[in-house]
């Protein structure tokens, strides 16, 4: 299972999310993405509080792409600083954890 990941990734709008789901996916850089609207952010940003609505990308991946991703998303993103943090899966489905990693093995 060590060898799957979950990445989050916040973005601001609806065009911007779709635009990297997109991309990772045509790059065969991910197996899977969910979309997750209207969540509520607060943060600190440049000494003061905000507040802002966006939309959260799950994105599911083989553990070896996740610098990739980074660094691509880091290219394409709207923000100065985005959030995009990995998680490494310890357990779950054996047949939806093959899939992940045989779609993100694919060669374009």
């Known amino acids: 299972m060590k060898n799957v990941s979950v990445i ?4 601001d709008k609806k065009k ?3 635009k990297i789901m997109l991309e990772l996916l045509k790059k065969r850089l991910i197996a ?10 607060m943060y600190w940003w440049k000494g003061k509080i905000e507040i802002a ?16 991703i ?6 394409i ?12 899966i310890k357990e779950g489905n054996k047949d939806y954890i093959n ?5 993100t093995s694919i060669k374009n």
């Open 77 to 88: 993103h709207p923000y100065t600083i985005p959030e995009i943090i990995a998680f490494d």
């Open 32 to 41: 899977c993405v969910n979309l997750i609207p209207n969540i509520k952010s």
């Open 8 to 11: 989050f990734i916040t973005v």
């Open 99 to 103: 899939w992940v990693i045989n779609e």
């Open 53 to 68: 609505g966006e939309f959260l990308l799950i994105v599911k991946t083989k553990k070896d792409n996740v610098k990739k």
């Open 16 to 18: 911007n999310a779709q």
């Open 70 to 75: 980074i660094e691509f998303v880091k290219k």
